[in-house]
């Protein structure tokens, strides 16, 4: 994984006193032999956690400690991913990383990581505004990023545009906030957004979402997906229709990066989530230690283009 390991750095610089981390590094490698850490996931199965997982995975080859990875095959399994946190912590880790799928859903669970002592990293989903039973969260402000994907939709398509939005599960913020960000953005511009509906970060369901919204409405120049799978499953539906759009997905994952070279997406905005996966366990390692970090770091975002694509693509390899 190339720049990895300057992106976290220079996150970390830029974030946590770096007498933390140094901390951190000594105590693990002289106390834990194997100290565990429990990283939960919203799934394992999609090429974007999986990239998590894979900074994570690098992290705790670097620090000497033991993983315990748990995820649900999909990201709508709540119910699953809540057993799989209480599982985790009956393990007794020396600290969680942490993405709640549904985060109210997770309140009892993250009070119960509290009333055991052991430090929570959020990474890529924050809690409820208000809720703050957990140490740190690290990812994209989602909004913002949604925003900025759709600013780019509308300098490439112009005005008096028709434009369809694509989100994930109700109730997932992650995926919420970027559709509110393009909506604010379309609207801003006056761009007619003719339908939102969720995929529920799933491309077959978003391809049957793309094709049903196309009996409906026939034309779209514009479709914002919250995520690269969705954004690929709602492609195949306009290519098979044979309606031509620009398409934006939320993610910068492999196959999409790919897609934009050949023509196919127009976008990704790109998230880092080896990064989060990198400094999430690295974190977890630091509060273990009795150390304490900044309540939130931003991980960053980058609008891919296809001048950009195969910068982005050699990037992943």
């Known amino acids: 994984m190339k720049k990895i390991g300057l992106l976290f750095l220079i996150i970390a610089l830029l974030m946590v006193p770096a007498t933390l981390f140094s901390r951190g590094t000594q105590e693990s490698a002289k106390d834990s032999g194997k100290m565990k850490i429990a990283v939960v996931l919203k799934t394992l199965s999609s090429e974007y956690w999986q990239r998590v997982v894979s900074g994570a995975d690098e992290a705790a080859a670097h620090y000497g400690v033991e993983l315990i990875k748990l995820g649900p095959p999909t990201e709508d399994a709540i119910e699953q991913q809540i057993n799989m946190v209480q599982d985790a912590l009956a393990q007794n880790p020396a600290a969680l990383v942490f993405s709640p799928s549904q985060p109210p859903t997770a309140v009892n669970v993250m009070d119960s990581a509290k009333a055991k002592g052991i430090p929570v990293v959020l990474v890529d989903t924050p809690?409820?505004?208000?809720?703050?039973?957990?140490?740190?969260?690290?990812?994209?402000e989602n909004y913002a990023a949604g925003k900025l994907g759709a600013e780019a939709l509308i300098k490439a398509v112009g005005p008096g545009a028709k434009a369809i939005i694509i989100?994930?599960?109700?109730?997932?913020?992650?995926?919420?906030?970027?559709?509110?960000?393009?909506?604010?953005?379309?609207?801003?511009?006056?761009?007619?957004?003719?339908?939102?509906?969720?995929?529920?970060?799933?491309?077959?369901?978003?391809?049957?979402?793309?094709?049903?919204?196309?009996?409906?409405?026939?034309?779209?120049?514009?479709?914002?997906?919250?995520?690269?799978?969705?954004?690929?499953?709602?492609?195949?539906?306009?290519?098979?229709?044979?309606?031509?759009?620009?398409?934006?997905?939320?993610?910068?994952?492999?196959?999409?990066?790919?897609?934009?070279?050949?023509?196919?997406?127009?976008?990704?905005?790109?998230?880092?989530?080896?990064?989060?996966?990198?400094?999430?366990?690295?974190?977890?390692?630091?509060?273990?230690?009795?150390?304490?970090?900044?309540?939130?770091?931003?991980?960053?975002?980058?609008?891919?283009?296809?001048?950009?694509?195969?910068?982005?693509?050699?990037?992943?390899?």
């Open 127 to 140: 809690m409820p505004d208000g809720y703050a039973n957990y140490a740190t969260f690290i990812g994209t």
């Open 167 to 317: 989100e994930g599960a109700p109730g997932n913020p992650t995926t919420t906030q970027r559709a509110d960000g393009a909506q604010a953005a379309f609207q801003a511009a006056g761009i007619t957004v003719l339908a939102r509906q969720p995929g529920y970060s799933d491309r077959e369901r978003a391809y049957t979402v793309m094709q049903n919204l196309l009996q409906t409405h026939g034309s779209v120049n514009i479709v914002f997906a919250s995520n690269d799978e969705m954004a690929l499953g709602a492609l195949r539906a306009l290519q098979q229709a044979g309606v031509k759009a620009a398409v934006m997905g939320t993610d910068g994952n492999k196959e999409a990066l790919e897609s934009i070279l050949a023509d196919g997406l127009f976008a990704s905005v790109a998230q880092k989530p080896e990064a989060m996966g990198y400094l999430g366990v690295e974190i977890a390692i630091t509060l273990a230690n009795g150390g304490t970090v900044e309540k939130r770091i931003d991980s960053g975002v980058d609008v891919i283009v296809k001048e950009t694509a195969q910068a982005a693509l050699d990037n992943l390899k």
